[in-house]
């Protein structure tokens, strides 16, 4: 595998989520990316804030074991570390996410110092604390980064015109069907809702939509790839699908796969995610049937 000329700088929440059958499970959408793609050799520094507590001490074990990059991970003496109730609803997950929690407040003065080129991946749930907002407008008024931004609407903990103003001006977007429509609640079809966003955004559009699969479209023409997943035989549960799509379409853009092929190992990838508990696995067989499959760094 070829050296990517980015590193993927990965913001935002780490937490734990708590399933109805007891289990315990590392996650939050950035997390979940950063920790993909350092099992695909792609040496994601992830930017977030724990707790000194007992979870955040199993955090800083976590990425340790799996070797990842902890230089960008930052201590709350004040606030514990994140955690999520998980519920299911007719095969859903729904989540309750506890708020003033140490990813909240990331301290831009505590951020790494960074030289090199880097791709910068943030989603919008961790922006609903000021302290994390002025982090994150912190590195990006610092560095020259592309930026992927992955929007992820928790009610209560998000506002229409701040999304808005989160969306301008990044290179890549991902949402899905149903945070197209909140976001846009005027527009009468899909195609309206992408038609705003394509005036924000100045690469690509990644549109998720669950079982129907996904769709990708270049701003600049407005051509379109898509892909529909197959039938998952064992599904266990549907969480941190999108986050593992989305991890496989940045390591694509970073080792400049063509557009099909990034599609066609995203959706295989999050096809095999929703057949495991929760939205990572520690087990390193688990990802080594993909990065064989696909000639990267074993």
Known sequence: MSTPNMRPLIFGEVLFDHFPDGSVVLGGAPFNVAWHLHAFGLQPLMVSRIGHDQLGEKVEAAMRSWGMDCSGLQKDPDHPTG??????????????????VAYDFIDPSQLPQLDGQWLLYHGSLALRHESSALALTSLMERYS????????????????????????????????????????????????????????ISKQIVLTGGEQGATVIEVHDGNQCSVVPERASSVVDTVGAGDAFCSIF??????????????????????AIVCIRGATSQERGFYQQFTRAWGLKD
Request: hydrophobic share 45%.
């Open 83 to 100: 955690t999520v109730e998980v519920q299911f609803d007719e095969g859903e997950p729904a989540y309750e996410i506890v708020e003033n």
């Open 145 to 200: 980064c592309c930026r992927f931004v992955d929007i992820n609407l928790r009610p209560p903990w998000w506002q229409r015109d701040r999304v808005i103003q989160m969306i301008e001006g990044a290179d890549w977007l991902k949402l899905n069907q149903a945070e197209l429509a909140e976001i846009f609640p005027e527009t009468a079809t899909k195609e309206e809702g992408v038609e705003k966003l394509t005036a924000m």
């Open 250 to 271: 940045v390591a694509g853009q970073l080792l400049e796969w063509p557009l099909e092929v990034t599609m066609q190992r995203a959706q295989a990838f999050a096809s």
